[in-house]
């Protein structure tokens, strides 16, 4: 007998029966819609998985998949971390090195998830329930023959954050013997120090770190490589990381977040652009309040409040 679906159908009230066929069926069970990428015009797969499938997710993450081991270098989808930690551990140092994964999320398979799943989770579960568990967590997108990690689902976040372990562990240690600041946030890298020529180093053992770790399979995005040091402008996730040593939200994203409320306040914006003003509003609260707090004397409470409450009409 399968100990994860008696405790699936324990907790759901569910038929064993039934909970083996949502997890036969949850990987094809996804709705796919796409969202325009705040840096540029690309958009973004969304997955969403149906609701069954989206509270057995859930439900793993509170009960299981919360135990998984997460390295302290990441600080995306984490209580008491966030953007703003992420780019604070950089704010003193002289010079910055950015990279980025190329397609992060795609690129973490069923093998990958199954190895992780059975090196944390291999005592409490049997190699069927593992399986399982990568049936209820992973999504099979039509243009792809293996299953994969989705944007969208609620056990994402958490996978990708743990996924990595083996690469943070190692980076970091290698970033703390050569006296560098490294943090992650999904799948943007950020290394700082105030020492020269430290992290073009850097550079070349990352992209020697993606071909030497088990799971998952990694690549730089050379695209996205980054160096700039304090002369110019350094932004960390977004964020402005002053001369002065301090996060702000830089003087464009002010110019844009004005001009939108502006226009929200005489209902001139689209859908993707309250989507977006929503964003700068929540990311302004986290790193800069008393910026927030002007546009609020400003353009009043009750806008900042219809913005932030602001839910788009997800398609059909």
């Known amino acids: 007998m ?20 949502i997890i036969r069926s949850a990987p094809h069970r996804y709705k796919v819609f796409k969202i325009k990428k705040r840096s540029s ?20 993450v509170r009960t299981v998949l919360q135990s998984l081991p997460i390295h302290d ?79 969208g689902g609620p056990s994402s976040p958490l996978i990708s ?3 990595a ?47 030497t770790v088990k799971y998952p399979s990694l690549r730089v995005n050379k695209d996205k490589t980054v160096h700039v040091s304090k002369k110019h402008r350094r932004l960390v996730t977004g964020v402005t990381l002053s001369a002065q040593g301090e996060c702000s939200l830089g003087r464009e994203r002010k110019r844009s977040i004005r001009a939108g409320l502006h226009r929200a306040l005489k209902n001139e914006l689209s859908d993707d652009d309250m989507s977006q003003l929503r964003g700068y509003l929540a990311f302004a609260n986290d790193i800069e309040p008393g910026f927030l707090d002007s546009m609020k004397r400003k353009y009043g409470d009750d ?5 932030l409450r602001w839910q788009p009409e997800l398609p059909n």
């Not at 806008?303 to 913005?307: H, S």
Request: charge should be negative; aromatic fraction near 8%; hydrophobic fraction near 40%.
């Open 303 to 307: 806008l900042i409040r219809r913005v």
């Open 165 to 211: 372990l083996e690469f943070d562990e190692l980076v970091a240690a290698h970033c703390e013997d050569k006296g560098v600041a490294y943090t992650r946030y999904a799948d943007d890298l950020a290394f700082s120090t105030s020492e020269r020529n430290i992290l073009r180093g850097i550079e070349k053992f990352i992209e020697d770190a993606c071909g």
């Open 73 to 151: 270098a990441a600080t995306a989808y984490i209580a008491g971390r966030g953007i703003h930690l992420n780019a604070q551990r950089h704010v003193n140092s002289r010079f910055l090195l950015k990279m980025d994964f190329e397609s992060y999320f795609p690129s973490i398979k069923l093998a990958d998830v199954q190895a992780h799943l059975t090196k944390y989770l291999g005592e409490r579960y049997e190699e069927d329930d593992i399986l399982a568990i990568c049936n209820l967590i992973l999504w099979k997108p039509k243009t792809s023959s293996e299953l994969e990690l989705c944007i």
């Open 161 to 163: 954050n743990s996924i």
């Open 2 to 21: 399968s100990k994860l679906i008696l405790e699936i159908s324990e907790n759901f009230g569910l038929s064993m029966r039934d909970v083996s066929q």
């Open 41 to 60: 015009e690309e958009r973004r797969t969304i997955a969403q998985p149906a609701r069954e499938v989206k509270e057995l997710q859930r439900w793993l």
